[in-house]
């Protein structure tokens, strides 16, 4: 059974990696002048928009999402609403604190929040996806033994990825090397999009190898 979750999380993190890649050569090819630094952030939200789509469907497809406790049309519309307050929410959150951390408040606000739905798309998405618009189960998962399921363990992982990535992107801004690539919030979504992919390869990985020590209480 664990071999088969493995395997289902290794191809279902290969087909969201895909979506990264093919959502910076598609605009490379269809759009006119298009480029990752020259039009930043039309790529940015190529990738959010890419990553969104997919989880969503894959996440759905496999059954990993929480089945609705009422099979009403009002239930799973207050639901799927709740889900869309949480990751504006979200947004909202990072903005504040990547504000907080030395982003300007004013100036370059569109870049800021840019780069908090990116975070947004690849963090607090996965936690709609897998954990539903849960509060308290998103709280459990990110505490100490947490986790219920290899899935969770994937969470915690994959979204402490993307977060170190984005810090340690933040790191060669203030340099004075005069890069492209040091333009706000370049580094950071790079940053964030290394590590999110870095956590899609070490999840399936680190759990394969450690799956005789984990051990979930039930649910």
Request: hydrophobic share 50%; glycine share 6%; aromatic share 14%.
């Amino acid at each position: 059974m664990w071999d088969h979750e493995i395997r289902a999380m290794a191809s279902t993190h290969a087909i969201i990696a895909a979506s990264v890649f093919m959502a910076t050569v598609l605009p490379a090819v269809l759009v006119p002048g298009f480029s990752v630094y020259g039009t930043h952030l039309l790529w940015l939200y190529s990738v959010s928009a890419a990553v969104t789509a997919v989880s969503v469907a894959v996440f759905w497809l496999l059954g990993i999402t929480p089945p609705a406790k009422k099979h009403t049309l009002g239930y799973k519309l207050s639901r799927l609403l709740r889900s869309c307050l949480y990751f504006f929410l979200s947004c909202l959150f990072f903005h504040t604190v990547v504000v907080l951390y030395g982003a300007p408040l004013i100036e370059s606000a569109l870049e800021t929040f840019s780069l908090a739905v990116l975070l947004t798309s690849l963090t607090t998405l996965r936690c709609l996806c897998v954990l539903g618009p849960n509060v308290q189960a998103w709280i459990r998962v990110f505490s100490r033994h947490g986790a219920m399921s290899v899935w969770d363990t994937c969470l915690q992982i994959t979204v402490a990825c993307t977060l170190v990535g984005a810090w340690v992107g933040a790191f060669p801004i203030p340099l004075d090397w005069d890069r492209p690539w040091q333009v706000w919030p370049v580094s950071c979504s790079f940053g964030s999009l290394f590590g999110y992919l870095t956590g899609l390869v070490a999840a399936p990985a680190w759990i394969h190898y450690h799956r005789k020590q984990l051990t979930y209480k039930c649910k």
